[in-house]
């Protein structure tokens, strides 16, 4: 049975930084990528970043490019999303995804596993 678990999220003021984790257990390292999402209030799902495992196929939207870094940590079985330079736009409740191959896309229907997400707040 594949679980995902997110943590990390919290309320921060504009510029500053949090990490999201994803603990993800019922997967195999080295066959799976692991995106994640988000979804303010008012408003859709919006892929955020996708990595598989040891990197090799990663993807982040245009609006999170150079602030966003997704990683994976097979050891620990969990995935990462380290956010810096936080803006009040990115004010949302951020989940963790899971599929079953290593091609990583940021399309919500791709995923078949799902955490129940953490909440992050930017204020300014």
């Known amino acids: 049975q594949v679980q995902l678990v997110e943590s990390g999220g919290g309320s921060v003021q504009t510029g500053g930084s949090l990490r999201l984790s994803c603990a993800a257990s019922?997967?195999?390292?080295?066959?799976?990528?692991m995106a994640w999402f988000r979804q303010a209030p008012g408003k859709e799902r919006e892929g955020v970043a996708a990595?598989?495992?040891?990197?090799?196929?990663?993807v982040y939207t245009d609006s999170v490019k150079g602030r966003f870094t997704s990683s994976q940590d097979g050891a620990k079985n969990t995935v990462y999303l380290q956010m810096n330079s936080l803006k009040p736009e990115d004010t949302a409740m951020y989940y963790c995804a899971a599929r079953l191959s290593v091609y990583c896309s940021i399309r919500s229907v791709d995923y078949r596993y799902w955490g129940q997400g953490t909440q992050v707040t930017v204020s300014s």
């Open positions: 990595s598989s495992a040891g990197g090799g196929n990663t």
């Open positions: 019922g997967l195999t390292y080295g066959s799976r990528c």
